[in-house]
Structure formats: C-alpha cells, structure tokens
C-alpha cells in the first residue's frame, strides 16, 4: 500500500508537490527515491536516455522491477542500443521501448528526408516528446536523471515538480550532481555506461544530431551543434 492509498483523506498531487519539493531539497538521491517509492508505488517509472545506468541502479536498488522507459527514436547510435541490451541483461528493472507513431521510413515518406536537419523541434517532438507523453499517461510520477549543470533550463529546477503538462509528478533525484558526483558513483559502483562517453561523447543523443566534443568544450556542444536548440523538449 503506497502513502497515496492510506485511508486518509485524498491528498491533492500538487499539494503533495510542494511540501516534498521543501522537504526533499538538497536530500540525497537515495532518500528522495526512497519518498517517490513509497508514495507512488507502482505508478511511478523511469526513463533513461541510455547514456549511463547510475539512476537505474539507484533505484533498482530501491525498487526493483520498476519499468525503465527507453525512447527508441530510431536514430540512436548502435552503442546507445547495445547499452539498453546490457541494461535490460544486468539490472532488475523491466525495460520498455517507446516507440514513435511513424517509424524513420514513414516519417521521411511523409514529411521528407532529414527533418532532423531542417526542422529538430519537429523531429524532436514527433519522435521523443509525444511518445513519451504517451508512454507516461499510466503513471502518475516519472523518475528522471537530468542535472542542473547540463544546461540553462535545468539550473533552477527542484527535486520534486509538478510536471504541468502531463498532469504528473516528477521526481529528478540527482538533479545535485555535479559531473564528479557522477563520475564517482559510476567508478565506485561499477555503473554500465555507453562506451560512447570514452569516444569523445560526453553527452549522447540521436546520431544525426550528437557530435564528439573537444577537451574543455562545453558537454552538451555537440548535441544540436550550430542550432542554437539546447533541449529536446522532454524536459522543458
Ligand atoms: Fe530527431 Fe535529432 Fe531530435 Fe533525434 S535528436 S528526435 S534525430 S531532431
């Protein structure tokens, strides 16, 4: 029984937002977990860009069995693939492919080649924002692993948000991290990563739009370089 199926008078999910959000700043990942499981139960999954498995295994180890939902854009890199294959293989989660309505080959049939190139907001939205808006409509909470340091738009979110245009909560327990953190937890732990990040990737999307960065460049620069986009959407 989660705390939200307590004899208690029904609590309003906004409500419960924001004392959570007050509650839980600047609390470790594992205690901000530990609340999300035992509020949502199984109404709450999570989602992996399969770039790196440290959030996976934190909250496997809370909950395991906990659906991991995976945007198959049909434009990941082979490595990005593989790295969902391994996943699957060595943590105790349940991994879900998300599909877009349109696979690549219908998309291009109807709106023409590359849209990635000529219109990514598009592109983005047809085959990340709007299946995984899909995807989460089971759910009344997502886990997600973004950080406040990967870009702009990320810096002042808060641990627990009220994900307004899903209607659902969010749960971004390592939002704290800095890349050491990160780094850290993958080395001591022995965390699966995609081998991309020991190629030059620091930051992995779709294959037409990730390129390699140089030392000492910002790590999202190759991710929509020369574009001036920064966010696929999923998180705005
Ligand atoms: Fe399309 Fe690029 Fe967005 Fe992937 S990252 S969905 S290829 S625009």
């Not at 770039?51 to 854009?73: C, E, N, Y």
């Not at 082979?78 to 943590?91: F, I, P």
């Not at 990737?201 to 574009?227: K, L, M, N, Q």
């Amino acid at each position: 029984m989660t705390l939200l199926e307590t004899d208690r008078p029904a609590l309003d999910l906004e409500d419960i937002v924001e004392s959570a959000a007050a509650a839980l700043a600047g609390a470790p990942a594992r205690e901000v977990i530990r609340w999300a499981a035992a509020t949502f139960g199984d109404r709450i999954c999570l989602t992996s860009s399969m770039s790196d498995a440290a959030l996976i295994h934190l909250v496997s180890r809370v909950k395991p069995g906990i659906d991991v939902l995976f945007v198959d854009t049909g434009y990941h890199f082979a490595e990005t693939v593989g790295t969902r294959d391994a996943v699957e293989a060595v943590y105790p989660v349940n991994v879900i492919d998300v599909r877009p309505s349109r696979t690549v080959e219908e998309q291009e049939a109807a709106l023409g080649p590359r849209l990635y190139g000529r219109n990514p907001d598009l592109c983005c939205h047809l085959r990340k924002v709007e299946p995984l808006g899909r995807a989460l409509e089971g759910y009344m909470a997502w886990f997600s692993g973004i950080r406040r340091d990967e870009t702009a738009a990320r810096r002042d979110r808060r641990v627990v948000e009220w994900d307004r245009r899903r209607g659902m909560v969010k749960v971004n327990p390592i939002l704290d991290w800095t890349q050491e953190e990160m780094d850290n937890y993958v080395e001591d732990n022995g965390i699966l990563v995609n081998p991309l990040h020991h190629d030059g990737y620091p930051s992995i999307g779709c294959e037409p739009c990730t390129r390699p960065v140089a030392p000492g460049e910002d790590p999202r620069s190759g991710r929509w370089a020369g574009t001036g986009k920064t966010e696929c959407g999923i998180h705005l």
